[in-house]
């Protein structure tokens, strides 16, 4: 029952790449709007606001910050153990590193195209404040993700497979990363996998409620 996680870079056509290999596989996928489901389902609101702020060293010592973190952590860990799902940021490369059944892509792109793509997708004239949008979104997903698990979060090393979205178009890259997920076929995984994750009863009854099951 594998699993996919996408990190992205903003304007890498992350969001429309996970919904082409989802459907394409027929699997779960869960997005920044399906985790912050499953995290206000659990008790923990304020989810969004933490993950857009740059976290203070005085952060690292917030209660109720550490605890929404580690609901997080917990939440990922329960999607994934329930395979067949694609997991859209958050995290998730950094959550599930180094389980046999987990494929962690990562989606990058020079940054003056990125800038044209921002440009192009909201609506932005200047292409000063664009780039200013870029560095901004780079540098809050790297606070992000570095402060809570050691691993860059641009670090190409921790991912399984990085594709230029510069060079290579969204249907070509959903493609590339479809392929590898079937070619993995029945065979058994070398090393641990999702279904051995520990059991969280909890999150378990959390997760049916927002997949309506």
Same mark, same amino acid.
Request: contains cysteine.
């Given at each position: ?9 903003l304007?890498?056509?992350?969001? /429309? ?5 989802? +459907? ?6 869960v +997005?920044? #709007?399906?985790i ?9 609101? #304020? ?10 060293f005085?952060?690292r010592?917030? #209660? ?8 997080? +952590?917990?939440?990922i ?39 044209h793509?921002?440009?192009?997708? #909201?609506g932005?004239?200047?292409e ?10 780079? /540098?809050?997903?790297?606070a ?5 698990y ?9 991912f ?36 051995d994750?520990?059991e969280d ?13």
């Amino acid at each position: 029952m594998p699993v996919v996680t996408i990190s992205r870079e903003l304007g890498c056509s992350g969001d /429309r790449i996970g919904r082409a290999v989802a +459907d394409e596989l027929g699997y779960a996928f869960v +997005d920044k #709007q399906t985790i912050e489901a499953v995290l206000r389902a659990s008790g923990v609101p #304020q989810f969004g606001q933490i993950y857009e702020s740059y976290p203070s060293f005085w952060d690292r010592f917030d #209660q109720a910050r550490a605890a929404a973190l580690d609901m997080l +952590d917990r939440a990922i860990r329960a999607l994934a153990r329930r395979g067949n799902t694609v997991i859209l940021g958050r995290g998730g490369f950094a959550v599930l590193t180094g389980l046999a059944d987990v494929l962690n892509v990562r989606l990058r792109a020079a940054r003056a195209i990125r800038v044209h793509r921002v440009m192009a997708t #909201q609506g932005i004239t200047d292409e000063h404040e664009a780039d200013e949008v870029v560095g901004r979104n780079d /540098r809050m997903r790297a606070a992000f993700v570095e402060s809570l698990y050691p691993v860059r979060w641009n670090d190409l090393d921790a991912f399984d497979l990085v594709i230029d979205t510069g060079k290579v178009p969204p249907d070509l890259a959903s493609g590339w990363i479809v392929a590898v997920v079937r070619s993995w076929g029945q065979a058994p995984f070398e090393g641990d996998t999702t279904a051995d994750l520990e059991e969280d009863p909890i999150l378990d009854e959390y997760l049916m409620k927002v997949f309506g099951e």
